[in-house]
C-alpha cells in the first residue's frame, strides 16, 4: 500500500524557517505529483504546492509564492517543502499527497502541526 509519511513540524518563529519532509513509498512514483496541502482550525483544506516526480516543474499557492520551496529526491523517495520567511497565517497541518498525474490526489499522509508564533 502507499504510504506517506510528513516530519519536521513544530514550532517556528515569524520570519524563521522549517522544512517538513515527506517519505513516500509502497510504489514508484514515476509519473506521479506530489503536492502539499494545509488546513488551519476553521478553514479548508487548501492546496500549497506540488511537483512533477518526473521533471521537478513546481507550482505554488500565490501566498506562499517567493518564500515556500517544493522539491523532491527520488533516490530517498522523499519530498520537502522549504518554508522560509514564516508567517502566523502559515501556522496549519501540513499534509503530504500525491496523485498519478491523470487521477485526483488520492494518497494522503497523516499530517504535521506546524504553528508560527506571532
Known amino acids: 500500500q502507499v504510504q506517506l509519511v510528513e516530519s519536521g513540524g513544530g514550532l517556528g518563529q515569524a520570519g524563521g524557517s522549517l522544512r517538513l519532509s515527506c517519505v513516500a513509498s509502497g510504489r514508484r512514483f514515476s509519473n506521479y505529483i506530489m503536492g502539499w496541502f494545509r488546513q488551519a482550525p476553521g478553514k479548508q483544506r487548501e492546496f500549497v504546492a506540488a511537483i512533477n516526480w518526473n521533471g521537478g516543474s513546481a507550482d505554488y499557492l500565490d501566498s506562499v509564492k517567493g518564500r515556500f520551496t517544493i522539491s523532491r529526491d527520488t533516490a530517498k523517495n522523499t519530498v520537502y517543502l522549504q518554508m522560509n520567511s514564516l508567517k502566523p497565517e502559515d501556522t496549519a497541518v501540513y499534509y503530504c499527497?500525491?496523485?498519478?498525474?491523470?487521477?485526483?490526489?488520492?494518497?494522503w499522509g497523516q499530517g504535521t502541526q506546524v504553528t508560527v508564533s506571532s
Open positions: 499527497a500525491a496523485r498519478y498525474y491523470t487521477r485526483e490526489y488520492e494518497f
